[in-house]
């Protein structure tokens, strides 16, 4: 993530080869996030790693080709609401024994039963609680990055935090009297 | 059953859309409202889910008598409040922007107002007493931030903050007074309590805690004081409150414990002796206060008064006459409260001495407001004047005295009422008056209207309080209010409201110094005070607290760590040591984890002399990733997977810090004298031999079932449909963590964001 | 084995603690980190067998590592690294408010602060910025 950045600067962020893996990436890094998600209940990985997976892959294009770039090419300013949504599905999952007069957190099918395969994909309520996990931590990981883009980005462009003026340190007051 | 669902859904709508917010909670309100009286007609309906069973928990709600009453009450005021604030809303914000700067579009107003609503009508409709107390303590929540909805001043957040607590503090006798039915009878349903419970100490206390509670929330003596602040609130909300949601909520939760508090005569006598200093306490502040929403709200503490007292005298009519006397207050009050909302919005003035003569210039209002007022004073043909008879029947089967006491209730709030009406629309015209949207009118006229039609058809009101009053009372009420042009004691006791009433009112400059000093007297000594007290106590044990505690962090953790290495040490001389350390064979698998180890333990060392921060992080992150192989080697390949995943993106996040922070701050202390370094590295090396021991001793002694639980979840995997035993247990033994573990995440990316943003959401 | 797993763990713990004993807050922060992998480490230890993974179809015969202990940890590390992350915005915010990172120095701060508050002054400077003269003559 620093070894570019000296070579060869491109818009000031990376060099070239970064962004050029970086798309190369992306869509790749997507399925393999896609594929734990969906392979957790049989391999290793669930919907937490296959969450984390791809928000590295976001975390990558940030990286790569700064802020503004991403935002203006990706859909990323949704993602926030999306792991909201996460925790609404998790959470519908849990209440689905609820209504059929079953402990909270049954999953379905029931033990033994029959289960309906797509492909290797097992189609049980578990899996889609992972997928809630999936994408609450897939927003959550991908909503901090863009915060701390977002007050880099601001920081950079020399707009002033806030002074919490009740605070004051030595230093603080040091300045105040030289001003005065 | 709707209802209950769908003022979330309105809640959410509304939310979502800031221009729509209006008109779909006002839709939503009145299709509940609709949804609620066809429930109710159609016979009522009920839903018992368990969602906890091994706690006995269930979701048991009905739509009985009772619980149609305080579900029609909240979503058909609610829709006439919804109305009237759509245009009024817009309008207060306008004024405080003007005021502040600030720009709001008020949205959460709508959200709030209809989660109010929504968990009024489950409260109405919960059966069950864990249910009513989580419904409960959501429209405390609800009225929190609607009390502290202008939260830019500093009166309505002390404002909202008291009515959180005084009603949250006594929400918590209500749980105990729950509990303690639950440990005497196992279980928290009402209806199988009622069958269960025996007259005795036990249905006293719990129950008196329980009545405490509503009490609390009614603003009942010596509870009374948050209400007059709530007014701080918009208009509509203070409406909402006083008719049909918060203040109502405390006599419905008496009404659905009455079959309990019933068995208990000290209950009922205390009820009768809070009810009737309430309507004195509340009814003598009312006459002597200026301000148009002071005084309505101290004539709310005065008639929910009322209704407390009417509980305590018992009896069929006493039952029965509490609701009645619900429906017709919250008529009156909810008309009468957005009149002063209406008013202040066309002169600017909330107080009734720099108002008058409104009448001429907002004949419909005044109109409108009169029929309400009249409702509220008694008069003949509203439906006032039913509650008044029904009051009068239930005050004489107890006997004269009770009957003199409800005289003098009727006689009050005939005075303050008439002083309401007369000063704002009556005299003289003073000020200026512009004109008010239609929506600020119109739900005043139709409230109005319904006062005046219940006056003439009181009959599908009287059913339906006779309805709630079956429930209460838990066994079928007759009673049938009706005009009898005779002279029978309700109707001379009524004519002599009227004729005491026009004496207190001719004689007002005789008694209102003693009035004025009354209520002087209470600010000087009333429970306010010792409220405020409490408070201010409690605000300086949390900084002494917190002096001892916080300010000197690093001493307090050496405290922790220094001791607590002592104290092992200790245990360990004590305890015998022979065979209890085991070295633990190392064979030749064993050797990646051996280097995984000693790579982790390597990079933490290194960590310690590091000067540099960037150099620090990548050495914290190989920390991190040897710790991951270790995983791994453990033949944990999922942890190892979720370790090297978080270690990334923890590397990233402590990078993305360092970069915020210039260097120089960077290293501020970093640097500490020598004398230190060796004080702490004496601490940390105890705390280090301390884990060691700890850790030593409790992985020699694993756990004597050879298996145990790993080996049968082990085997439980296949049964549910997974290969990855890890995966299934935490998405499907141990989900109800998982969801606990993914809703911390979810809030500490909220804590970030708003601690990143200066408080803000971006 | 168990020695040097203890070992590891002690080292890795004791660390941290010297870590969260310094003045400056980053290295608080780290000294937390290191203390929940020292936990990670020991919980994930305390498994009562180790060996494969426990991923079916089992091997035959090999034994097979505790997947009790490695649920529970995975769960500890996510709350640990949320924990660090809050940490990280907590002192992020510190730097903003404080313009230092020494926890003596902002020991100092508060501690004034609340003799100021104390004293009755008002904290909240903010409305000087909208209009009214600056206060710069408290000392």
Redesign the interface.
């Known amino acids: 993530?620093t070894e570019g950045g000296k070579k060869a600067p491109v818009e000031g962020v990376t060099s070239t080869l970064t962004q050029v893996i970086a798309k190369v990436l992306l869509v790749p890094t997507l399925m393999i996030a896609v594929a734990t998600l969906f392979k957790?209940?049989?391999?290793?990985?669930?919907?937490?790693?296959a969450g984390?997976?791809a928000?590295?892959a976001i975390?990558l294009q940030y990286l790569a080709f700064g802020r503004e770039v991403v935002e203006r090419y990706l859909p990323v300013q949704g993602l926030?609401t999306l792991?909201?949504l996460?925790?609404l599905l998790?959470?519908g999952v849990?209440a689905v024994g609820?209504?059929r007069?079953d402990?909270?957190?049954t999953?379905y099918?029931a033990?033994?039963a029959e289960?309906i395969h797509i492909g290797t994909v097992?189609v049980?309520t578990?899996?889609l609680?992972?997928v809630g996990?999936f994408l609450?931590?897939f927003?959550?990981?991908v909503?901090?990055?863009?915060?701390?883009?977002?007050?880099?980005q601001r920081?950079e462009s020399g707009e002033p935090?806030?002074?919490?003026?009740?605070?004051?340190?030595?230093?603080?007051l040091a300045r105040?009297e030289e001003?005065? | 059953m709707l209802a209950v669902v769908a003022a979330p859904v309105a809640a959410l709508s509304g939310s979502l859309r800031p221009g729509l917010a209006a008109p779909v909670g006002a839709g939503i309100a009145g299709l509940a409202a609709v949804a609620t009286l066809v429930g109710w007609l159609s016979g009522g309906g009920a839903v018992d889910v368990a969602w906890a069973p091994s706690l006995d928990l269930r979701f048991a709600i009905e739509l009985d008598g009772l619980a149609a009453l305080y579900s029609l009450l909240a979503t058909g005021i609610g829709f006439a409040v919804l109305v009237y604030s759509s245009r009024y809303l817009p309008l207060h914000l306008e004024h405080e922007r003007e005021a502040t700067g600030t720009s709001d579009p008020g949205v959460r107003f709508y959200f709030f107002i209809l989660l109010f609503m929504g968990s009024m009508v489950g409260l109405a409709m919960a059966q069950d007493l864990i249910l009513v107390f989580v419904f409960w303590d959501l429209t405390a929540i609800a009225s929190y931030y609607l009390i502290g909805f202008d939260r830019h001043k500093e009166e309505s957040r002390a404002s909202a903050l008291m009515a959180l607590l005084v009603t949250g503090i006594t929400a918590v006798l209500l749980l105990i007074g729950a509990l303690v039915f639950y440990a005497a009878y196992g279980t928290f349903s009402i209806p199988e309590l009622v069958e269960l419970t025996e007259p005795g100490a036990l249905v006293t206390l719990a129950g008196g805690l329980i009545a405490v509670a509503g009490l609390a929330k009614s603003a009942q003596v010596p509870f009374q004081f948050w209400l007059p602040r709530a007014m701080a609130a918009p208009t509509p909300v203070s409406a909402y409150l006083h008719s049909a949601a918060m203040v109502a909520a405390g006599v419905l939760l008496i009404g659905r414990v009455y079959p309990l508090l019933q068995k208990s005569e000290v209950l009922l006598n205390a009820l009768l002796v809070i009810g009737l200093l309430s309507i004195a306490v509340g009814g003598i502040i009312a006459l002597t206060r200026n301000v148009m929403k002071q005084l309505l709200a101290y004539s709310t503490i005065s008639q929910y008064g009322y209704v407390v007292f009417m509980f305590g005298l018992g009896g069929e009519y006493g039952a029965m006459a509490a609701s009645f006397y619900v429906i017709a207050h919250a008529l009156s009050k909810s008309a009468l409260f957005l009149t002063a909302g209406a008013v202040t919005e066309a002169t600017h003035e909330t107080e009734i001495s720099r108002i008058g003569g409104l009448a001429r210039r907002m004949p419909l209002l005044a109109a409108a407001s009169g029929a309400a007022a009249a409702g509220l004073a008694a008069l003949p043909l509203t439906i006032g004047f039913f509650k008044d008879e029904l009051l009068f029947d239930a005050a004489l089967e107890r006997g004269a005295p009770f009957a003199g006491l409800a005289l003098l209730a009727a006689v009050l709030t005939l005075a303050y009422t008439w002083r309401f009406w007369s000063g704002v629309f009556l005299g003289e015209a003073r000020g200026h008056a512009e004109r008010v949207p239609w929506a600020l009118v119109a739900p005043v006229a139709v409230l109005g209207s319904l006062v005046l039609v219940g006056g003439i058809l009181v009959e599908p009101f009287a059913a339906l309080a006779r309805d709630a009053g079956a429930a209460s009372f838990d066994a079928p009420v007759e009673v049938e209010p009706a005009y009898h042009l005779e002279a029978s004691p309700e109707n001379l006791l009524a004519l002599a409201t009227y004729a005491i009433g026009a004496l207190v009112i001719l004689s007002r400059p005789i008694w209102i110094g003693a009035a004025r000093a009354f209520a002087r007297a209470g600010e000087l000594a009333g429970p306010e005070r010792a409220y405020n007290a409490a408070l201010r106590g409690l605000n300086r044990f949390s900084d002494f607290i917190h002096t001892i505690e916080v300010r000197d962090l690093r001493g307090r953790v050496a405290t922790i760590l220094v001791p607590s290495g002592i104290l092992v040490g200790l245990g360990i001389l004590a305890t015998p040591s022979g065979d209890v350390y085991r070295v633990g064979e190392v064979t030749g698998d064993d050797v990646p984890l051996v280097l995984a180890l000693a790579a982790a333990a390597i990079a933490t060392v290194a960590i310690i002399f590091t000067k540099k921060h960037v150099t620090l992080v990548l050495v914290l992150s190989s920390a991190g990733f040897a710790t991951a192989v270790a995983f791994a080697f453990f033949g944990a390949p999922d942890v190892a997977l979720v370790a090297i995943l978080i270690e990334t993106l923890i590397t990233l996040l402590v990078l993305g810090t360092l970069k915020l922070i210039p260097r120089k701050v960077l290293e501020s202390g970093a640097r500490i004298p020598v004398r230190q370094v060796w004080r702490k590295g004496s601490v940390a090396a105890v705390a280090g031999a301390t884990a060691f021991v700890v850790a030593w001793g409790t992985l020699s002694q694993p756990s004597a079932v050879e298996g145990g639980a790993a080996a049968r979840l082990t085997e439980l995997a296949p049964e549910a449909h997974a290969n990855d035993v890890v995966t299934v247990i935490l998405a499907d033994f141990r989900a109800l963590d998982t969801i606990g573990e993914v809703t911390v995440v979810a809030l500490v990316l909220l804590g970030v964001a708003t601690l990143l943003f200066r408080g803000r959401l971006p | 084995m168990i020695l040097l797993i203890s070992l590891t763990i002690a080292i890795i713990f004791g660390a941290g603690a010297f870590l969260i004993l310094q003045r400056n807050l980053i290295r608080i922060v780290i000294g937390v980190i290191l203390i929940s992998n020292a936990a990670n480490l020991y919980i994930i230890a305390a498994g009562l067998s180790r060996g494969e993974p426990p991923i079916y179809p089992l091997p035959e015969g090999a034994q097979v590592s505790d997947p009790l202990v490695q649920a529970m940890v995975l769960t500890a590390i996510v709350i640990s690294s949320s924990i660090a992350a809050i940490l990280l915005a907590l002192v992020y915010r510190l730097y903003v408010s404080h313009d230092t990172l020494d926890l003596e120095e902002i020991s100092r701060a508060e501690r004034r602060a609340a003799e100021r508050l104390d004293s009755g002054e008002s904290l909240d400077d903010r409305e000087s910025s909208e209009g009214r003269p600056e206060r710069e003559e408290r000392p």
Do not use: C, K, N
């Not at chain 1, 957790?40 to 790693?49: I, N």
């Not at chain 1, 909503?143 to 880099?152: D, E, K, Q």
């Not at chain 1, 935090?161 to 603080?172: F, G, I, K, P, S």
């Open positions: 993530m957790g209940y049989a391999q290793t990985g669930d919907g937490f790693s984390v997976i928000a590295l975390v926030g792991s909201w996460g925790l998790a959470l849990a609820l209504f007069g402990a909270l957190f999953h099918p033990p033994g289960v097992e049980i578990a899996v609680f992972d996990i609450l931590v927003g959550y990981a909503g901090a990055v863009r915060i701390i883009a977002g007050v880099i920081q935090e806030e002074e919490a003026v009740y605070h004051d340190t030595e230093e603080r105040r001003r005065a």
